[in-house]
């Protein structure tokens, strides 16, 4: 795990942006995994600005989605649809038929599942999942106890999720507790996996996630056995690490031609 220590929030998603905007120009086809949540906002934003002032071109990307809520319509404020809508797909030229996002109305969720992974089959796979990490080291809507080895499927929330979200749904609203998510396993099948995570609330879950023992109670620490994650932090949400010299270290000391990407030329150019 390569993990990249920024001086704030705004230059870790700034980084970030620049890894996917790199992927973008070299493979144009390339197929995103996108989260939702607070995190990756300013990741988002900073992709947009890409698009608008130096032409970054998402006209051949396909995307996928982490997760949804179950029964909300893809209208509602709180719904990963509209989140999608608002902080990225209505700013960037990502052709609408290339845009997957779990259908939380669908009638028929496992075999909605099925198809969700065999489009993500039938795309190539996914070149660069983005992700956040929950305070508990949920990846998606991977709650602790998932299995490591799950495939997109329904889930029920945690009491510690629903409050966590609760802020993005009136007062008067329940948080759905029926989720759709890509599975641990579908996640670990991306070619690179990019975590973002910000903040002293996140630091037990990076430091858990990135130095803990591999284990279900703390999902996104199966990023272990991933061959390609980047974990990208700021420094309180890096506060709990114990290897953060080192880290510093390597990243300062990079040979130059891992500085030009983060990828191996051969699963990210294609022709
Ligand atoms: C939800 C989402 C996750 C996200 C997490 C943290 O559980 N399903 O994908 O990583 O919240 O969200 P935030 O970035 O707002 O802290």
Redesign the pocket.
């Known amino acids: 795990m390569e993990v990249i220590i920024q001086p704030a929030s705004e230059a870790a998603s700034v980084k970030a942006a620049q890894i996917i905007g790199d992927l973008v120009r070299r493979k144009p086809q390339a197929v995103l995994g996108l989260?939702?949540?607070?995190?990756?906002v300013g990741l988002y934003r900073e992709l947009i600005r890409m698009h608008r002032e130096e032409g970054l071109d998402f006209s051949r990307v396909t995307t996928f989605n982490?997760?949804e809520y179950v029964g909300i319509s893809p209208e509602h404020p709180a719904s990963y649809h509209r989140f999608m809508k608002e902080n990225l797909f209505d700013h960037v030229n990502i052709p609408a038929a290339n845009i997957h996002i779990p259908d939380g109305n669908t009638p028929d969720v496992p075999e909605f599942c099925d198809r969700y992974e065999a489009q993500i089959r039938a795309a190539g796979g996914i070149d660069i999942q983005v992700?956040?990490?929950?305070h508990d080291g949920?990846?998606?809507?991977n709650e602790a106890t998932s299995s490591l080895a799950s495939r997109t499927r329904i889930k029920t929330l945690t009491k510690a999720?629903l409050s966590?979200?609760q802020r993005f749904f009136s007062e008067s609203e329940i948080v759905p507790h029926h989720v759709i998510?890509m599975g641990v396993g579908t996640i670990m099948e991306s070619r690179t996996c990019l975590m973002i995570a910000f903040g002293k609330g996140?630091a037990l879950a990076v430091a858990a996630m990135a130095e803990g023992p591999v284990t279900a109670m703390c999902p996104a620490s199966v990023l272990q056995l991933h061959r390609q994650t980047i974990l990208i932090v700021d420094p309180p949400a890096a506060s709990l690490l114990t290897r953060t010299e080192y880290y510093q270290h390597v990243y300062a000391n990079k040979p130059d031609f891992q500085k030009v990407s983060a990828f191996p030329i051969s699963s990210a150019t294609i022709s």
């Open positions: 989260a939702t949540g607070s995190t990756p982490l997760d992700l956040g990490i929950g949920h990846i998606g809507f999720t966590a979200n998510t996140k």
